[in-house]
């Protein structure tokens, strides 16, 4: 694991003076889904690793009332990896990799409020890692697109990939390949336009919904 | 996942902060909040204080500084509502961020979409 305190020579890539914006996306998938590797390839700086502490009391409770347990229950900490793009002289949009299953949730409701919308990263020989992300991200309410994340192995169709992650019709479904920088690129733009369309869809509710399918 | 010296233990980082862990101030530091020095490192100042002047003198989010002190992200932050309490650091809060069930501002969507396109 990269440490996050051994900065290559030279340091730092630093914002612009005038940066005053910061925006979360966040790409959940489960271990070996490509995560980091997609925050890697489109991150201006190699992608950094950080953690939280938190008490198992904390789960479930909003912000940082629940830290005072600190001092009388073990506290736990979890890591999670970040890149980050500059967007223009006032945006800068930051990418957090977060493990998707079940005991790290507690980390995402604290951590990642307010976040644009999120990208579920599809590894196909680990399909059940993507149903609890999936199922929380439709409970919560959070806008998301799934990525399949093609390392060559045995093909599935969109379609058959729709049906076994039992995903809504109108939920965007894209093929990537994580380690191509065009390609994360692209799948970060379906998620962008995908919240676009919900927005204009919230806006004049009297339209019908628009069924989304990306292009491979 | 776990470093040596500081996951086995994670209650002492609480030293750091004086067993405090809240910020002091009224304020809350989102992850991606970008933090500016308002002053330079003063002698005698802790030295995590020092090092964030250094760090943000240009715009730095909260996460990057907390990755690159090694500190989890809630010690980090109450180390920053101190050094804002002070006056020492300013801070640049997302504009998008207000509600977690509200969708961004078309606006900010455009500006995002032209930002990604344009890599």
Partial sequence: ?????????????????????????????????????????????????????????????????????????????????????TLDARNVLYLFGAPGQERFWFLWDRLFSGTLGAVVLVDTRRLADSWYAIDRLEQHGTPFIVAHNDFGGPPHTLEQLREALDLDPEVPLVRC???????????????????????ARQTSPSSPPVPQEAAP | MSRPGRDDAPDRLYTLTGGRSRPAADVSFDLVSLVVAESDPAPGMPSEHAAILRMCARPTAVVEVAAELGLPVS????????????????????????????????DILEQVLVGLRNL
């Fill in chain 1, 1 to 85: 694991m990269d440490s996050a305190t051994s900065e290559p020579p030279g340091g730092r890539a630093e914002l612009a003076a005038g940066a005053d914006n910061g925006l979360k996306i966040v790409i959940v998938g489960g271990f070996g889904a490509g995560k980091t590797t997609l925050v890697r390839s489109v991150s201006e700086i190699r992608p950094l690793n950080t953690e939280e502490t938190m008490t198992q009391a904390g789960r479930g409770v909003d912000e940082l009332a629940d830290l005072d347990g600190v001092r009388g229950k073990t506290s736990t900490t979890v890591a999670f990896d970040f890149g980050r793009i």
């Fill in chain 1, 177 to 199: 390949d994580a380690r191509d920088r065009e390609s994360s690129k692209n799948v970060l733009i379906a998620l962008v336009e995908h919240l676009r369309t919900l927005y």
């Fill in chain 2, 75 to 106: 010690i980090v932050r109450v180390l920053l509502s101190d050094l804002l309490v002070q006056g020492r650091i300013g801070a640049r809060h997302p504009r998008s961020a207000a509600s977690p069930h509200r969708l961004p501002d078309p």
